[in-house]
């Protein structure tokens, strides 16, 4: 006697349906795509002073960068020091979590220093940070 093997059609072939886990997927690449901080440059490049006790800031979104010659830029544009504050208040208006971290050359003179820190602080800004060289490197 010959037995025939019938294949059931209602029994599952074992197949994984991927649908869900791919949908998963995108979802949480979309997530880290919109939730990721992406790093603001100045626009130019200052030499920073070096400081035995700098720290590292990892929020610092709104850079002034601050050059010998005592132009200021901000977002990679020259902003005049009368302007700075409405800058600086329409940046942090758009990132209320960023601090601003001011980047001033080592060759620029203090009161251009002092005159865009009292225009940050006008501005409502009053976590701020200047950037210095880390010695340990």
Do not use: C, Y
Request: positive net charge.
């Amino acid at each position: 006697m010959r037995r025939r093997h019938r294949s059931n059609d209602n029994q599952d072939s074992g197949d994984i349906n991927l649908t869900p886990m791919l949908d998963i997927i995108f979802i949480m690449l979309i997530f880290f795509i919109v939730t990721t901080s992406f790093v603001k440059e100045a626009g130019i490049q200052v030499n920073r002073p070096s400081a035995q006790t700098a720290e590292r800031q990892e929020r610092g979104n709104i850079i002034v960068a601050i050059r010998p010659n005592g132009e200021i830029w901000i977002d990679k544009r020259p902003v005049d020091i009368r302007a700075v504050r409405a800058v600086v208040a329409r940046l942090k208006a758009e990132n209320p979590l960023g601090t601003v971290v001011i980047a001033a050359d080592r060759e620029a003179k203090v009161n251009i220093l002092t005159r865009v820190m009292d225009q940050i602080r006008l501005a409502g800004v009053t976590d701020m940070a200047i950037a210095a060289a880390d010695q340990s490197r």
